[in-house]
């Protein structure tokens, strides 16, 4: 499919979904609401994103932006997938159960990012003591890729 393809596809499922083709690949930006609708849109025929190979999120200081990237290995296309979430209580639905890739990744980003995913089947750290990131609603505790982090021992500040 081609990029003009893809998104005459796309919007005919997701009409609120924009566009940017500055980048090598083809990004599409949704709400964080419509995650789930657009994934399945993506998972299925005939854009067959069979393979989500990055997850990760970027921190504006003002919001917290998830990036999800995908790849057809049947038509040999990629695409980028980005939703811009509230940084005070930051949360989106998991995509683990569509792709299972994502149960490492996002247990990652939560790790690192205090973002909660929702219906996620086991949200703990991977790294971090409990005790570092225990703030649920993503206020207390700490995250390390967090540009308000302060390390006090290494006196990083971003």
């Not at 930051?90 to 159960?97: A, V």
């Not at 790294?127 to 993503?138: F, K, P, Q």
């Amino acid at each position: 499919m081609t990029n003009e393809e893809i998104k005459a596809y796309i919007s005919s499922h997701i009409p609120e979904a924009s566009f940017d083709e500055t980048g090598e690949w083809l990004t599409i930006i949704i709400e964080p609401n419509s995650l789930k609708d657009i994934a399945a849109v993506l998972r299925g025929q005939p854009m067959q994103m069979d393979y989500l190979f990055n997850l990760t999120c970027v921190d504006w200081k003002t919001h917290l932006t998830m990036v999800y990237h995908f790849s057809s290995t049947t038509h040999r296309h990629n695409i980028v997938l980005k939703a811009n979430v509230d940084r005070t209580a930051p949360s989106i639905e998991t995509l683990c159960t569509i792709w299972r890739t994502a149960e490492m990744l996002e247990r990652e980003v939560f790790e690192m990012f205090g973002m909660q995913f929702l219906n996620h089947p086991d949200l703990r750290n991977l790294i971090l003591e409990d005790e570092t990131t225990a703030g649920a609603d993503g206020k207390s505790g700490y995250w390390p890729l967090r540009k308000d982090f302060e390390d006090p021992i290494n006196m990083i500040k971003l």
